[in-house]
Antibody, heavy 123, light 107 residues
Framework: QLQLQESGPGLVKPSETLSLTCTVS??????????WGWIRQPPGKGLEWIGN???????YYNPSLKSRVTISVDTSKNQFSLTLSSVTAADTAVYYC???????????????WGQGTLVTVSS | DIQMTQSPSSLSASVGDRVTITCRAS??????LNWYQQKPGKAPKLLIY???SLQSGVPSRFSGSGSGTDFTLTISSLQPEDFATYYC?????????FGQGTKVEIK
């Protein structure tokens, strides 16, 4: 089964860029069945979808974050990455990466998740 | 954007109770609706996909129903390990959204 692991700095200064990487094991990131997604959760709050990427590089982003978000994929390393620019305290959250499987007739769903990593925006 | 509204936001129930959580979409999403369970400090876990399909390994006391704009997650007999927060999520458009969550607490 798939395993996903987030990595990156736990502390980012305001106005700087947040960068995280998700390493996928137990399967290929080039699978035609999967998108790869980022989801975040501010402390004590609900889940917010950030965006998805396909192994070909096609992306979908949350419209509310689109101007600041870039998701990229490195198939040679079986990794995908998130960058979020011009961060503020409101971007403090646990960031999860997840596999978003597509099955004909059923849509997409996040079937495997990383453990999550807390990113704090503070000077 | 498609907005997802869950009700109630929280509920108190006893072990053995039948629990129902509702999720309403701001427009029709067919059956492109998923349910997740999240326990404190843990990543969400997929319970139900495509409105009513039970994810492998998930106990049969969990069930989902609905189509269009109105969906329901039912726990037929609440167990101690079911106390958690539950989220719905739509995958109809190319912009996924989650409901705000329903916290199930011990009465």
């Amino acid at each position: 089964q798939l395993q996903l692991q987030e990595s990156g700095p736990g502390l980012v200064k305001p106005s700087e860029t947040l960068s995280l990487t998700c390493t996928v094991s137990g399967g290929s990131i080039s699978s035609s069945s999967y998108f790869w997604g980022w989801i975040r959760q501010p402390p004590g709050k609900g889940l917010e979808w950030i965006g998805n990427i396909y192994y070909s590089g096609s992306t979908y982003y949350n419209p509310s974050l689109k101007s600041r978000v870039t998701i990229s994929v490195d198939t040679s390393k079986n990794q995908f990455s998130l960058t979020l620019s011009s961060v503020t305290a409101a971007d403090t959250a646990v960031y999860y990466c997840a596999s978003d499987i597509a099955v004909a007739g059923t849509g997409y769903y996040f079937d495997y998740w990383g453990q999550g990593t807390l990113v704090t925006v503070s000077s | 954007d498609i907005q997802m509204t869950q009700s109630p936001s929280s509920l108190s129930a006893s072990v053995g109770d039948r629990v129902t959580i509702t999720c309403r979409a701001s427009q029709s999403i067919s059956t492109y609706l998923n349910w997740y369970q999240q326990k404190p400090g843990k990543a969400p876990k997929l319970l139900i996909y495509a409105a009513s399909s039970l994810q492998s390994g998930v106990p049969s006391r969990f069930s989902g129903s609905g189509s269009g704009t109105d969906f329901t997650l039912t726990i037929s007999s609440l167990q101690p390990e079911d106390f958690a927060t539950y989220y719905c999520q739509q995958s109809y458009s190319n912009s996924w959204t989650f409901g705000q969550g329903t916290k199930v607490e011990i009465k």
